[in-house]
């Protein structure tokens, strides 16, 4: 399988380095400056003369002194990351060495070289230190790792990749949550402080004076920022309190920056599937993470639908929904470029043109269209925004124009994102479609089971009760294979719910269960709507 790099120019990898890991970079930067005192080292015995006159070569003139003396240079900085045991020593070493692969890609050979000499693989020492409990040596470690994997010519093996690719992807879990929890305390702390800042106004200056809760936004909105002014004040001064002390949170860019590298290559993007790496994309996404967090991410499925297999396979992970969430809500033009990117990679890369139309009728389903309108309208710089807007515009219009029906309700039930669209009231829809449920091993109908099982929303459960019941009345072995799915029993226990919508549609559709006389049921469902009209606004669980 091609690389990515057959199909598309990638960005600059320096500024896209520099902008993602910023943090990472900060801290390289201040133990740059502290040199180490080798000499001490060396009095002490703890490292040979020879790495002595290495480090101190190298420490005066990095790339100069490698090029000439790659494999002593290689083996000195591996002599001395297991050797030394002091977190700043090895932060120092680390960073030489990150610098000496950026400044040059062949030294990643050097280090590849060395290591085949030896009949060692170079990832051994690098992966030991993701186990550390340096928050600074653990991520640059895994930036070293990403380069060295990406930037030569030997892949990591298949063992040390799938731990290195589930470490990244558990990392990414561990600091999206650090970062919500801490957003979510600055927003606490934020109203807090206008509370208090309104109440004092409200009190201090009487009616019609200062600030108050129906009073100017503007005040509002300064005292908020003063309190988001405060806060990173406070991280500043903590940060350079202890500077080896930063939060988790913090390293959520690096994280996804070496994931973003990994993925360019083809083998690694399967191994990163089978260790369900897009699972905890999406479910990230799905969450309030910043939009620097955002476009990596969103840039990491870009990359993954350039393999045809993987963009036919995209959509199952509720891939176009969460995306298209974010197009709508999206202020940056990054974010919306790498998005329409994905969009249209969904539909030009499978190579089965059925699964790109249930590509393009998802994306119509998610309001995808109107969001395309509405950038038609803006000025973009960037022209690959104009051309896929317009590109998708068309693809979606025509999908649009050849859909039928029930390629509308399937497209809507594999989404799990019912409503109340037109299609689920049809009788005639019904009449001509519930035996369809049926096909490929009753996907659908399993979907529909699924979703009244592990559903939170009233609307989609209302929904899906209606639908089984559909099933049921239009398909004469339909409670038959209800009941073999569990279905009967899930429909029954929403007889409980909370919310009166579900418990009446899940009323009907029990009803529907349990009667044989259709002509009987109808007019007593005529009158039962009709009571219900009299006596309170209807039940309808409509949105």
Same mark, same amino acid.
């Given at each position: 399988?091609?690389?990515?790099? %057959?199909?598309?120019?990638?960005?600059?990898?320096?500024?896209?380095?520099?902008?993602?890991?910023?943090?990472?970079?900060?801290?390289?930067?201040?133990?740059?400056?502290?040199?180490?005192?080798?000499?001490?080292?060396?009095?002490?015995?703890?490292?040979?003369?020879?790495?002595?006159?290495?480090?101190?070569?190298?420490?005066?003139?990095?790339?100069?002194?490698?090029?000439?003396?790659?494999?002593?240079?290689?083996?000195?900085?591996?002599? !001395?990351?297991?050797?030394?045991?002091?977190?700043?020593?090895?932060? =120092?070493?680390?960073?030489?060495?990150?610098?000496?692969?950026?400044?040059?890609?062949?030294?990643?050979?050097?280090?590849?070289?060395?290591?085949?000499?030896?009949?060692?693989?170079?990832?051994? *020492?690098?992966?030991? !230190?993701?186990?550390?409990?340096?928050?600074?040596?653990?991520?640059?470690?895994?930036?070293?790792?990403?380069?060295?994997?990406?930037?030569?010519?030997?892949?990591?093996?298949?063992?040390?990749?799938?731990?290195?690719?589930?470490?990244?992807?558990?990392?990414?879990?561990?600091?999206?949550?650090? =970062?919500?929890?801490?957003?979510?305390?600055?927003?606490? &702390?934020?109203?807090?402080?206008?509370?208090?800042?309104?109440?004092?106004?409200?009190?201090?200056?009487?009616?019609?004076?200062?600030?108050?809760?129906?009073?100017?936004?503007?005040?509002?909105?300064?005292?908020?920022?003063?309190?988001?002014?405060?806060?990173?004040?406070?991280?500043?001064?903590?940060?350079?309190?202890?500077?080896?002390?930063? *939060?988790?949170?913090?390293?959520?860019?690096?994280?996804?920056?070496?994931?973003?590298?990994? $993925?360019?290559?083809?083998?690694? &993007?399967?191994?990163?599937?089978?260790?369900?790496?897009?699972?905890?994309?999406?479910?990230?996404?799905?969450?309030?993470?910043?939009?620097?967090?955002?476009?990596?991410?969103?840039?990491?499925?870009?990359?993954?639908?350039?393999?045809?297999?993987?963009?036919?396979?995209?959509?199952?992970?509720?891939?176009? *929904?969460?995306?298209?969430?974010?197009?709508?809500?999206?202020?940056?033009?990054?974010?919306?470029?790498?998005?329409?990117?994905?969009? &249209?990679? !969904?539909?030009?890369? *499978?190579?089965?043109?059925?699964?790109?139309?249930?590509?393009?009728?998802?994306?119509?389903?998610?309001?995808?269209?109107?969001?395309?309108?509405?950038?038609?309208?803006?000025?973009?710089?960037?022209?690959?925004?104009?051309?896929?807007?317009? =590109?998708?515009?068309?693809?979606?219009?025509?999908?649009?124009?050849?859909?039928?029906?029930? %390629?509308?309700?399937?497209?809507? $039930?594999?989404?799990?994102?019912?409503?109340?669209?037109?299609?689920?009231?049809?009788?005639?829809?019904?009449?001509?479609?519930?035996?369809?449920?049926?096909?490929?091993?009753?996907?659908?109908?399993?979907?529909?089971?699924?979703?009244?099982?592990?559903?939170?929303?009233?609307?989609?459960?209302?929904?899906?009760?209606?639908?089984?019941?559909? =099933?049921?009345?239009?398909?004469?072995?339909?409670?038959?294979?209800?009941?073999?799915?569990?279905?009967?029993?899930?429909? #029954?226990?929403?007889?409980?719910?909370?919310?009166?919508?579900?418990?009446?549609?899940?009323?009907?559709?029990?009803?529907?269960? #349990?009667?044989?006389?259709?002509?009987?049921?109808?007019?007593?469902?005529?009158?039962?709507?009709?009571?219900?009209?009299?006596?309170?606004?209807?039940?309808?669980?409509?949105?």
């Amino acid at each position: 399988m091609a690389n990515v790099k %057959d199909y598309i120019q990638m960005p600059n990898e320096n500024i896209d380095m520099i902008a993602a890991t910023s943090v990472l970079q900060q801290q390289a930067g201040e133990i740059r400056n502290k040199p180490i005192n080798w000499a001490s080292y060396m009095q002490s015995q703890m490292i040979s003369p020879e790495d002595f006159q290495c480090i101190t070569s190298l420490d005066t003139s990095k790339s100069v002194y490698m090029q000439a003396n790659p494999s002593q240079s290689v083996k000195t900085l591996l002599n !001395l990351l297991s050797h030394v045991s002091k977190d700043s020593t090895i932060q =120092y070493i680390l960073v030489m060495i990150d610098d000496l692969l950026q400044e040059d890609r062949v030294h990643v050979a050097y280090f590849h070289d060395y290591a085949n000499k030896r009949k060692e693989h170079i990832w051994g *020492p690098f992966l030991n !230190l993701l186990n550390r409990q340096d928050g600074f040596i653990v991520h640059m470690s895994s930036r070293i790792i990403a380069k060295l994997a990406c930037w030569g010519t030997e892949n990591i093996p298949k063992s040390d990749l799938n731990f290195y690719l589930q470490f990244l992807k558990d990392q990414l879990t561990i600091h999206c949550k650090a =970062y919500l929890k801490d957003m979510a305390d600055l927003a606490k &702390r934020v109203q807090t402080v206008v509370v208090v800042h309104t109440h004092g106004h409200h009190h201090g200056h009487g009616h019609g004076h200062g600030y108050n809760l129906h009073g100017s936004h503007h005040d509002q909105t300064h005292q908020q920022h003063e309190t988001y002014r405060e806060f990173n004040v406070e991280q500043q001064t903590a940060n350079a309190e202890n500077k080896t002390i930063i *939060p988790a949170n913090e390293y959520i860019q690096s994280v996804a920056r070496c994931l973003q590298m990994m $993925l360019r290559v083809d083998d690694y &993007r399967f191994a990163f599937v089978s260790v369900d790496g897009i699972s905890t994309l999406v479910r990230i996404l799905s969450s309030r993470v910043n939009f620097q967090v955002q476009y990596q991410l969103v840039f990491c499925l870009w990359v993954l639908t350039f393999n045809p297999l993987l963009a036919t396979k995209m959509n199952k992970f509720s891939v176009i *929904p969460i995306l298209a969430d974010i197009l709508n809500d999206c202020a940056k033009e990054k974010v919306t470029r790498i998005i329409l990117a994905v969009f &249209r990679n !969904l539909i030009e890369k *499978p190579t089965d043109p059925q699964v790109a139309k249930e590509h393009c009728i998802a994306m119509v389903q998610c309001k995808v269209l109107k969001q395309l309108s509405i950038l038609e309208q803006r000025r973009f710089d960037d022209e690959d925004i104009s051309a896929d807007v317009e =590109y998708l515009t068309q693809r979606l219009q025509n999908s649009v124009q050849d859909l039928s029906s029930f %390629d509308e309700y399937a497209t809507e $039930l594999r989404s799990a994102r019912l409503e109340w669209s037109p299609v689920h009231k049809s009788a005639k829809f019904w009449r001509e479609n519930a035996q369809r449920l049926n096909e490929k091993n009753y996907e659908l109908l399993r979907i529909l089971v699924h979703l009244l099982e592990t559903s939170k929303d009233p609307i989609i459960l209302s929904v899906a009760c209606f639908d089984i019941g559909e =099933y049921v009345r239009h398909y004469p072995r339909g409670k038959h294979v209800l009941e073999q799915l569990g279905g009967k029993q899930i429909v #029954m226990q929403l007889l409980g719910h909370e919310d009166p919508n579900v418990r009446y549609e899940a009323l009907l559709a029990v009803q529907k269960l #349990m009667v044989h006389n259709w002509e009987y049921l109808g007019k007593q469902l005529e009158k039962e709507n009709e009571n219900q009209k009299q006596t309170s606004a209807p039940i309808t669980g409509k949105a």
